[in-house]
């Protein structure tokens, strides 16, 4: 399997995760929060974002993009 990762803070790391994706032999490609975002899911079975210093408000337009490509994971 291979997921999109969103990094929202430089400083954010996968911990944990990071393993248990690499036991399982998963791949993982990671774009920053400044990046634009793909305009597709294909190549990816799932996405992974954790938290972040941003604003939450859903109406920003990064943020807004981002609901959009949850929503097309689901």
């Known amino acids: ?4 990762r969103i990094k929202h803070h430089p400083a954010e ?3 944990n995760l990071e393993r248990w994706l690499q036991k399982n032999h998963f791949t993982w ?3 920053e929060y400044i990046q634009a ?3 597709s899911l294909g190549p990816y ?6 938290g ?3 604003h939450v408000a859903p109406h920003t337009p990064k943020l ?3 609901i959009l490509l949850i929503k ?3």
Request: with cysteine.
């Open 45 to 50: 079975q799932g996405i992974i974002m954790l």
């Open 29 to 31: 490609q990671e774009i």
């Open 13 to 15: 790391r996968l911990g």
């Open 1 to 4: 399997m291979n997921f999109l």
């Open 37 to 39: 975002l793909p305009e």
């Open 52 to 54: 972040g210093p941003m």
């Open 64 to 66: 807004s993009a981002e």
């Open 72 to 74: 097309d994971c689901i």
